[in-house]
């Protein structure tokens, strides 16, 4: 008897919660990129979004940690396809959760950043697997899927190296799209586990 667990859509519901959450700290938090710090009057808005921030990527990075170890050796579970979406969901919840306890320390987030391009050229390579090699039943909004937040882990290094608040603002859009686009994908995807047999 195969016991499997099927969490990815509350990961996906996850990975919309992360996308808001950024967006609202871009906007938000008083960061000062020259200073490396949060302003004063921001650490309270600053502590509870760090909060947030660390709890979606705690879960993504367990549950994407799961999938990566143990469902790929099972036809059933998967097969190598849900590599695609378990390593990606561990390395962003560890980004997720060195941002949080970079916001929540009040140190910077430069570095961060930096480990978050790694994750952009992750997606972005996943997104042109996915588009080459027809992964999924539709490749175009897949990839799009995968290409919406590795174009946030790119704008997040200038968004954390400079005090401009057109970049931040830019990131936050980017934050906020990739997070819409993941509802549309998490709403069908729970729709769909929650059909019933026919």
């Known amino acids: 008897m195969v016991l499997s667990f099927d969490y990815l859509d509350s990961m996906m519901w996850s990975i919309a919660a992360s996308g808001v959450l950024l967006g609202v700290a871009a906007l938000k938090v008083p960061y000062k990129a020259s200073s ?5 009057k921001g650490k309270s808005l600053t502590s509870a979004l760090a ?19 143990t469902w790929p050796y099972g036809a059933m579970a998967g097969g190598v396809y849900n590599i695609l979406f378990g390593g990606v969901a561990a390395l962003g ?26 994750l952009g050229v992750y997606l972005a390579v996943d997104a042109y697997s996915i588009l080459n090699y027809n992964l999924t039943r539709d490749p175009l909004l897949s990839a ?6 590795a174009a946030a ?3 997040s290094v200038p968004a ?3 005090d401009n608040k057109w970049l931040r ?21 729970t729709y769909g586990h929650l059909k019933p047999p026919s």
Do not use: C, Q
Not at 52 to 58: A, V
Not at 100 to 106: D, E, K, W
Not at 169 to 189: K, P
């Open 36 to 40: 490396d710090s949060v302003e004063e």
């Open 51 to 69: 909060i947030g921030i660390g709890t979606g990527g705690l879960y993504l990075f367990i549950t994407g940690m799961a999938i990566s170890l």
């Open 93 to 118: 919840g560890l980004v997720l959760l060195a941002g949080s306890v970079a916001l929540f320390l009040n140190r910077s987030l430069k570095p961060v950043s930096y480990f978050a391009v790694v």
């Open 144 to 149: 799009l899927l995968y290409v919406a937040p």
């Open 153 to 155: 882990a790119f704008l």
């Open 160 to 162: 954390t190296h400079v």
């Open 169 to 189: 603002l830019f990131f936050a859009i980017f934050a906020f799209l990739f997070a819409l686009a993941w509802v549309y994908f998490a709403a069908n995807t």
